[in-house]
C-alpha cells in the first residue's frame, strides 16, 4: 500500500444459486448456506475480509434477503457500512456502478474490492496478500481482476491470458485477452502454453476510475446507476435503490461491459484454495470425503458407493452400488444425478419455475425479519406450522379475512396481542385466533419463542395477511 486510504470491500449477494438445488433456493440462495463449515458463504467472505486493511463492508442484496444478510452479519458481529438493495438483480457492471457512485461521493479515489459472497476460498492469507500487492496498480487507475492459478483443464469458467508486467508494481500484469469458458481441448492448450488463469470474477479499482470506464464502453449502465442513487431511500439499516431507474439497465457483467475492452484491465494471479462452487460437483471437489471419495452430510447410510456427494437435510438417505453420483434431500425435495450432469439442474429449476411450483422459490422453512416458519402438514382447510420467533422480535400487527388460528406455546414466553387485550403464554399454553381478530406475536425474552399454529379456513395463502404496524417497514 502507498499511504491510501483502506479498502471498502463490497460484497454482492444477490445471485440464486439454482445450480445446488434443492438446497439453494430463490429466498434462501447458496450465499446463505452453510456450505462448508459451520457458517454461511457470506459469513465467510465477510470473516476473511475482517482485517486491518478493509474497512467495514459495503453489502448489494436482493431486497427480499435484507433481512437474513443482516441477521447474518449480526451472528458474527460485523457491521457493514451499509446493505444497498436491488429490486431487481442486473449483473455485476450496474451493481459495481451503484456502489462506486455511493462510495465515491465522499472519496472518488475510495479503492473497491468487489467480491462475490458465494465463493470458498481456502487461503484467505494468500487472497490477502494478493490484495496488497494488486493495490498500487489501482491507486494508479488500473482495474485489477484477481487470476485464479489453475489445477487443470476446467471449462466452466473463462480465462485471462496475462501480458507484461506493469512499470514499477511487482507483480500486476497488463491483460493479454479475456476467454469465455473454453472447450476441454482449448483450455487444455491454455495450460500447457502458461499465462492463463481463471477468472474469479474479484476486482479492485478506485471508484473514479471504474466509472470513468464504464462511462467510456456503457454509457447507460452508468446514467441509469446515476438515477437509481440520486433517488434511492436511506434508512438506518438500508440503501433501497430506485427500481424504476436501476431497472433500466441491461442484465451485463462487467467482463462485457467494460474489462474485455478498456486498456487499463490488469491482473494479479493468485493461489488462493479457490472455488465458486457452481454445481454439486464442484462442492464435492472441495468437501472432506471417506476413504471411498465420498462426501457425506447428514444422516446418510452407503454401501458400495464411491466418489459420490450425498447429503440429507432431514430423513434417512441410503445408498447402494453407485458411483460418481450426486444425491440430496431435503424435506421436500430429492435430486438424483451423475456429478458430470449437475451443471444440468438449472434446466430443473427453471422447468420448476415454469410450473409455478414453490419447491424452486422456497423450503417449507421459511425466514422471517422475525424468525421463521415452517410448514408441517397441509390439507383441505387446514395447515400445520412450526413457528419460532428470535429474541425481542416480534410479527406485526395483522389479521386474516379467510383464516382462524390456534396457537400452542412449546418452548419459551409468548406475549400475545388480541384486539385490546395483551396476555402472557408460558409453554403448553394455547390461544384462539377467529377470522378477522387484530392480533400479534411477541417475544419479550432473552431465550427463543417456539409454538405450533393449526390454522383453519377456506384460503390458507401467506397473501392473507392485513398489516397495521410493522418494526420491519413491510406493508
Not at 493468485?270 to 464435492?284: K, N, Q, Y
Request: with cysteine; net charge negative; charged share 20%.
Amino acid at each position: 500500500m502507498t499511504g491510501q486510504s483502506k479498502i471498502v470491500p463490497v460484497i454482492l449477494s444477490g445471485g440464486m444459486g439454482t445450480r445446488l438445488w434443492p438446497l439453494s433456493r430463490a429466498l434462501h440462495p447458496k450465499q446463505l448456506q452453510a456450505l462448508a463449515s459451520e457458517f454461511s458463504l457470506l459469513q465467510e467472505t465477510a470473516i476473511r475480509l475482517n482485517d486491518a486493511q478493509f474497512e467495514a463492508p459495503m453489502i448489494i442484496c436482493n431486497q427480499e434477503h435484507r433481512f437474513t444478510v443482516a441477521q447474518h452479519l449480526q451472528n458474527i458481529n460485523i457491521a457493514p457500512q451499509s446493505i444497498v438493495l436491488e429490486a431487481t438483480g442486473r449483473n455485476t457492471a450496474p451493481a459495481a456502478a451503484a456502489a462506486a457512485i455511493l462510495l465515491g461521493e465522499n472519496d472518488p479515489n475510495t479503492l473497491i474490492l468487489l467480491t462475490p459472497s458465494d465463493h470458498i476460498v481456502n487461503n484467505a492469507e494468500a487472497f490477502r496478500a494478493a490484495i496488497t500487492k494488486a493495490a498500487p496498480a489501482a491507486e494508479q487507475g488500473a482495474i485489477v481482476t484477481f487470476g485464479i492459478e489453475p489445477d487443470g483443464p476446467e471449462t466452466g469458467y473463462g480465462y485471462i491470458r496475462k501480458a507484461g508486467e506493469m512499470d514499477n508494481l511487482d507483480g500486476c500484469f497488463h491483460v493479454e485477452t479475456f476467454t469465455e469458458k473454453p472447450d476441454l481441448t482449448t483450455a487444455q492448450k491454455f495450460l500447457q502454453a502458461g499465462g492463463y488463469y481463471w477468472n474469479g470474477g474479484i476486482f479492485l479499482f478506485s471508484a473514479k476510475s471504474y466509472l470513468e470506464e464504464l462511462t467510456s464502453f456503457a454509457p447507460a449502465v452508468v446514467e441509469a446507476c446515476r438515477a437509481a442513487v440520486s433517488k434511492a431511500v436511506k434508512s438506518v439499516d438500508f440503501i433501497r435503490l430506485d427500481e424504476d431507474a436501476f431497472s433500466q439497465n441491461e442484465s451485463i457483467s462487467i467482463d462485457y461491459a467494460m474489462m474485455e475492452k478498456t486498456t487499463k484491465a490488469a491482473v494479479v494471479s493468485v493461489d488462493m484454495g479457490w472455488s465458486d462452487v457452481g454445481s454439486w460437483d464442484a462442492l464435492w471437489q472441495v468437501s472432506d470425503k471417506d476413504d471411498a471419495g465420498n462426501a457425506v452430510i447428514g444422516d446418510v447410510k452407503l454401501k458400495d458407493v464411491s466418489n459420490s456427494y450425498v447429503r440429507s437435510e432431514s430423513k434417512l438417505v441410503t445408498a447402494i452400488g453407485i458411483k460418481d453420483a450426486v444425491i440430496v434431500a431435503t424435506d421436500d425435495a430429492v435430486l438424483v444425478t451423475d456429478r458430470s450432469a449437475s451443471q444440468d439442474v438449472k434446466s430443473i429449476v427453471e422447468a420448476l419455475q415454469s410450473e409455478g411450483r414453490d419447491e424452486q422459490m422456497s423450503h417449507t422453512k421459511v425466514y422471517r425479519p422475525w424468525g421463521w416458519y415452517q410448514s408441517l402438514e397441509v390439507g383441505v382447510g387446514f395447515q400445520v406450522k412450526f413457528i419460532g420467533v428470535n429474541p425481542g422480535a416480534q410479527i406485526s400487527l395483522q389479521r386474516h379475512q379467510h383464516r382462524a388460528e390456534h396457537w400452542v406455546v412449546v418452548n419459551g414466553i409468548a406475549t400475545v396481542t388480541r384486539d385490546s387485550e395483551i396476555l402472557t403464554l408460558a409453554k403448553n399454553q394455547s390461544i384462539y385466533i377467529p377470522i378477522g381478530m387484530k392480533h400479534r406475536l411477541e417475544n419479550q425474552q432473552d431465550a427463543p419463542l417456539q409454538i405450533v399454529e393449526v390454522q383453519s379456513g377456506i384460503y390458507l395463502g401467506e397473501d392473507d395477511i392485513e398489516r397495521f404496524d410493522d418494526q420491519y417497514g413491510r406493508e
